[in-house]
T-cell receptor, first 111, second 111 residues
Framework: GENVEQHPSTLSVQEGDSAVIKCTYS??????FPWYKQELGKGPQLIID?????GEKKDQRIAVTLNKTAKHFSLHITETQPEDSAVYFC??????????FGAGTRLTVKP | NAGVTQTPKFQVLKTGQSMTLQCAQD?????MSWYRQDPGMGLRLIHY???????DQGEVPNGYNVSRSTTEDFPLRLLSAAPSQTSVYFC??????????FGSGTRLTVV
């Protein structure tokens, strides 16, 4: 089955700096790669996703890149704000198969 | 749309008791799944369903049963609760190959 690894497990940045979280996956058949943000006491929320036919996708301060050859994808957050502090999860999925998640990254943005 | 609704939000069980965690979605999603979230271990898949009448096991299915008699509902049953099942449980749903919408979670403590 699919195995997703996520790094780093914790990340601390100053407000205004950029943050990058990286994930690798094992199953070359995976074709959908979402990113979730989880705030304390809440369920994960989808913030951005990318499909295997696209190399990069951007939504305001958030961008995701995908390298299919190397089987890795990354989340980039620019101009970080304190409200970006949360746990972020990457995931990988092939069509209707089950989705596998990374172990999560706890991002802290210091004012 | 209410999205994904989970009940109860909190539950304390004694070892050996059984209970059902309820999950309902109103988005006509084919795919539903249950995850447990433990500190430092991310989201682990318990069971999933690709449609009414179809269920399958995930990574950690032991001690749990599911059924999918309708598109909307996907209850998770704990047969004989054990302290190792203390966790936060999330239900999620999606259309085929898409991103999940998560419920707000059930925090379960087994004493």
């Amino acid at each position: 089955g699919e195995n997703v690894e996520q790094h780093p497990s914790t990340l601390s940045v100053q407000e205004g700096d950029s943050a990058v979280i990286k994930c690798t996956y094992s199953d070359s058949a995976s074709n959908y790669f979402p990113w979730y943000k989880q705030e304390l006491g809440k369920g994960p929320q989808l913030i951005i996703d990318i499909r295997s036919n696209v190399g990069e996708k951007k939504d305001q301060r958030i961008a995701v890149t995908l390298n299919k050859t190397a089987k890795h994808f990354s989340l980039h957050i620019t101009e970080t704000q304190p409200e970006d502090s949360a746990v972020y999860f990457c995931a990988a999925r092939e069509n209707n198969n089950d989705m596998r998640f990374g172990a999560g990254t706890r991002l802290t943005v210091k004012p | 749309n209410a999205g994904v609704t989970q009940t109860p939000k909190f539950q304390v069980l004694k070892t050996g008791q059984s209970m059902t965690l309820q999950c309902a979605q109103d988005m006509n999603h084919e795919y539903m799944s249950w995850y447990r979230q433990d500190p430092g271990m991310g989201l682990r898949l318990i069971h999933y369903s690709v449609g009414a009448g179809i269920t399958d096991q995930g990574e950690v299915p032991n001690g749990y049963n599911v059924s999918r008699s309708t598109t909307e509902d996907f209850p998770l049953r704990l047969l004989s609760a054990a302290p190792s099942q203390t966790s936060v449980y999330f239900c999620a749903s999606s259309y085929r190959g898409g991103g999940y919408t998560f419920g707000s979670g059930t925090r379960l403590t087994v004493v």
